[in-house]
């Protein structure tokens, strides 16, 4: 079959799918894009571009409070202003989103988007159910998924009756709490920690083994060393063992290589799932 005749299903609408939508719409195919959120997916939404936005104005306070240049430029506390801030963030992520994804799908006559959940009923079929509940079919011929990943939660008792954060909530706060403690010790964790830091938030980052123990122990020892001239403080071999939530204060245990430590401080998890496409009978 030669691609001209080639219906392609694509199912998500981050950075990935996008780029199978639009090659195999270059190379001559049919393509149905399927999205049951936001267009553009994670990184523009609620992952690399806020993130970066948000560690960009973070980076810039901690420039005033302090820099190489103090003897000349004097140093001043910066006045944060998280909901103005947050507005900033907000407006570029929905001036991208439109110049990346939704404008470049609206001017592409060889693909159609699709708003809903996708899930296979057979090899070649899935049935994608609309945000207002309405059932459709797509017969497709090759399928792409580009479902993504989301937030992992940790299964840390009392966690899920609290207001906590994920990554996602934390991006989008309008506030700065004096007192966040983060969960998770890599990538997503780390930055974020950082950031709320130099925006104004006393941190505590609980590391299970230490910072970024997937990387050589000299990327987290030397992190470590700068978090910790930034008043970070970073608990290695530490696990929450239990949170609570009372008056509007987390109040987190933690049993680890430093033995039980109590605290009253806002929790964020890190760390990431993979997505799955739900799946009905499915036979080849
Ligand atoms: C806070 C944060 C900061 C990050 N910073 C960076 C960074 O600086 N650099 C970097 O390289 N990466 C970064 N990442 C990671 C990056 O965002 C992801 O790796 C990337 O977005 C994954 O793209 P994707 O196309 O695989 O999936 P996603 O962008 O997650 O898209 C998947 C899409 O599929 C949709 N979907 C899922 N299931 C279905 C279904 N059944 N039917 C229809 N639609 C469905 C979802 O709604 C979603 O829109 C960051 C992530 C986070 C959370």
């Given at each position: 079959m030669s691609n001209d005749n080639l219906?392609?299903?694509?199912?998500?609408?981050?950075?990935?799918?996008?780029?199978?939508?639009?090659?195999?719409a270059e190379r001559g195919a049919r393509v149905t894009l399927i999205?049951?959120?936001?267009?553009?997916g994670t990184c523009v939404n609620v992952g690399c571009v806020p993130s970066k936005i948000m560690i960009r104005a973070a980076h810039v306070a901690h420039m005033r409070r302090a820099s190489p240049f103090d003897e000349g430029i004097?140093?001043?506390?910066?006045?944060?202003?998280?909901?103005?801030l947050l507005a900033q963030q907000q407006a570029r992520v929905d001036e991208l989103r439109h110049a990346k994804y939704e404008g470049i799908l609206e001017d592409n006559p060889a693909i159609t988007v699709l708003r809903g959940e996708a899930r296979f009923t057979d090899a070649n079929t899935l049935t994608v159910t609309g945000t207002d509940g309405t059932e459709r079919e797509v017969r497709f011929d090759r399928a792409f998924i580009g479902t993504g990943a989301g937030p992992t939660i940790p299964p840390v008792p009392g966690l899920p009756d609290t207001p906590y954060w994920t990554s996602t909530t934390a991006l989008d706060s309008n506030t700065i709490p004096d007192r966040l403690v983060v969960i998770g010790a890599s990538?997503?964790?780390?930055?974020l920690a950082q950031a709320f830091s130099r925006l104004g938030s006393e941190v505590t980052i609980l590391a299970r083994s230490r910072l970024?123990?997937?990387?050589?122990?000299?990327?987290?020892?030397?992190?470590?060393?700068a978090f910790q001239a930034e008043g970070i403080k970073v608990l290695n071999n530490t696990q929450a063992s239990q949170i609570r939530y009372t008056n509007e204060e987390f109040v987190l245990a933690t049993a680890g290589g430093r033995g039980t430590y109590t605290e009253h401080r806002q929790a964020e998890p890190g760390g990431y799932r993979r997505r799955d496409c739900p799946q009905g009978d499915f036979s080849r």
């Open positions: 219906h392609i299903a694509v199912i998500g609408s981050g950075g990935s799918a996008m780029a199978a939508a639009l090659k195999s999205e049951r959120g936001t267009l553009g004097a140093a001043v506390e910066p006045y944060i202003d998280r909901p103005r990538v997503v964790a780390v930055e970024f123990s997937r990387e050589d122990p000299a990327v987290g020892e030397a992190i470590e060393t």
